[in-house]
């Protein structure tokens, strides 16, 4: 079919590559599953010849049943006046036992004579040979011909003589390797059109991302005849990072008419991404394209009001495409139909004349002004509607907390808490130590309240973020904390603010315990 595209995933070897960025074989494995489950058609999993780590995953990827994607092992041209028979990366490689080789070679005179330090015609006969001898041993061989752009910009006679003597040695696929990651998309296009009218087997890019076009460059070089993408699902790589495939194959598939994946695992893309980035240990960018949590997220209101008449109107497809969700967040700027939309998100019965509606807009500007911030705490803005429409209870009385923190520390319990609580009628008080004056806060409070409500042992911080609201007042400033916590089935933020460090501590710590147990309470 002329509309399909290969996607060529290289998370595990460029991306790997990207600083900050660190695999553990256990962590190349699952990675390997996310992408076979989404349908991708290739996973370049690692250089075998270049470290043990490497050529273990290889061994115990062995026995995986892949569904849909062929594993590729990365490798170089034979090394100058030698042999492939005699190269030790080519044997990994093969050793490998991978089904697919990709094999990077200059396509860039520069490069050779100044880099590689070898003859013009002696890099046509290492890429030539390679490729060959590759394809004598039974494996699908790709050619990454590396700086290609830059290559044929300064000389093009002699990039395309590069491609074509990969294709002379046989070669089922020749990439072009947007090395540098500095073209833009006229250019990318004029120039896959060229080596396309050179050679006569299927084209391939693979773009970094350098001048913030690796996408658009990878879209034009679809446009200009390439059937074969690579990129990394996140993006991330060397430097500014490569080609974000979680935007591109959306865009290819969903806007281009071409097909990537299974048409049924579309919806997969934003959950592919949230496992690979737990797996890599990074934060998805909020405002990444298609999979990010704002990808779909309305603050003003006009903004807002609109979706609700048209999602269509400010959002370019359906979020559940994706398998992503529309968000309203609540802010200064929103008007009466996004909170409206996210009070309803738990609450049904209120209607767009309902009382608390306009009361609730109205309080959260004046919170707002003094500092407070809900978008990005979806528990506390419940809390406070609720508050308001008077469907709340507090499930605790906090009657007296006390909190010492000795300087310096002397060990790890630097600090100690006591804390005072009612619940029914009945007193509670507990102390407890911690590495701070709020970690001993919590914990105080956490052993008196478990007293009367065991679940929230359940319950513990994962994130704590302190921001200083006026600079210019020093350590009289304000300041807003916000707390992420979980119960192991649900995350949820909350937020305080106060000139008290402690205060505003305080005040998230009890919504956050509060938010617990409405949940508990609802779900009874």
């Known amino acids: 079919m002329d509309n399909v595209i290969k996607i060529f995933d290289s998370t595990l070897r460029d991306g790997a590559q990207a600083a900050g960025i660190s695999f553990s074989l256990e962590d190349k494995l699952n990675v390997v599953k996310a992408l076979d489950d989404l349908g991708v058609s290739y996973i370049e999993a690692g250089n075998p010849g270049s470290n043990p780590k490497d050529m273990e995953f290889f061994a115990k990827v062995k026995d995986f049943d892949l569904k849909n994607a062929r594993l590729a092992a990365f490798c170089s041209t034979r090394r100058k006046d030698s042999t492939p028979e005699a190269d030790d990366s080519l044997s990994s490689a093969l050793s490998s036992g991978a089904p697919v080789l990709v094999v990077v070679g200059k396509a860039s005179a520069f490069q050779v004579e100044n880099v590689l330090e070898v003859s013009l015609a002696e890099n046509l006969a290492m890429i030539r040979e390679t ?30 003589t590069a491609i074509k003597a990969a294709e002379e040695g046989g070669a089922d696929t020749i990439v072009l390797c947007e090395t540098n990651g500095g073209m833009l998309p006229a250019d990318v296009f004029r120039i896959v059109g060229e080596a396309a009218k050179a050679v006569s087997i299927p084209l391939g890019i693979h773009c970094h991302n350098d001048a913030g076009c690796a996408v658009a460059n990878s879209l034009a070089a679809v446009r200009a005849g390439a059937t074969h993408v690579q990129g990394t699902y996140l993006g991330f790589g060397e430097r500014c990072g490569n080609a974000n495939l979680s935007t591109i194959i959306p865009n290819l598939q969903l806007k281009m008419g071409m097909r990537c994946i299974p048409d049924e695992n579309i919806e997969k893309l934003t959950s592919t991404a949230s496992d690979i980035a737990d797996i890599a240990n990074i934060t998805i960018e909020s405002g990444m394209p298609y999979v990010g949590t704002s990808a779909f997220a309305h603050k003003g209101g006009m903004h807002a009001s609109g979706v609700v008449k048209a999602s269509s109107s400010f959002e370019h497809i359906d979020p559940a495409a994706v398998g992503n969700f529309r968000r309203f ?40 002004y003094e500092g407070w911030q809900f978008e990005s705490a979806d528990a506390s803005f419940e809390l406070l509607v609720r508050r308001i429409n008077g469907s709340y209870n507090p499930h605790f009385e906090l009657i007296h907390c006390k909190a010492i923190s000795e300087q310096p520390h002397k060990d790890d319990d ?10 029914d009628g009945k007193v509670e008080m507990t102390a407890a130590e911690g590495n701070g004056p709020v970690n001993a806060i919590d914990a105080a409070l956490r052993k008196s309240l478990e007293v009367f409500y065991p679940t929230l042992s359940s319950v513990h911080l994962i994130d704590y973020k302190v921001r200083v609201l006026e600079s210019g007042e020093a350590t009289g400033a304000k300041v807003r904390v916000l707390i992420a916590s979980t119960d192991g089935q649900r995350t949820w933020t909350t937020v305080g603010v106060s000139a008290d460090i402690i205060e505003a501590s305080w005040l998230a710590l009890r919504d956050s315990i509060e938010y617990k147990l409405l949940c508990d309470e609802q779900r009874a």
């Open 131 to 160: 490729m060959r001898y590759l394809k004598e041993q039974g494996r699908e061989v790709i050619f990454d011909a590396e700086h290609f752009f830059d290559g044929y910009n300064d000389n093009p006679e002699y990039a395309l």
């Open 414 to 423: 630097g600090a100690f808490a006591a804390v005072k609580v009612r619940v």
């Open 329 to 368: 967040l609540a802010s200064e700027v929103a008007g009466r139909a996004t909170i409206l939309q996210k009070i309803q998100q738990f609450d049904k019965t209120i209607t767009r004349d309902d009382p608390s509606v306009a009361k609730t807009l109205a309080k959260l500007k004046e919170l707002e």
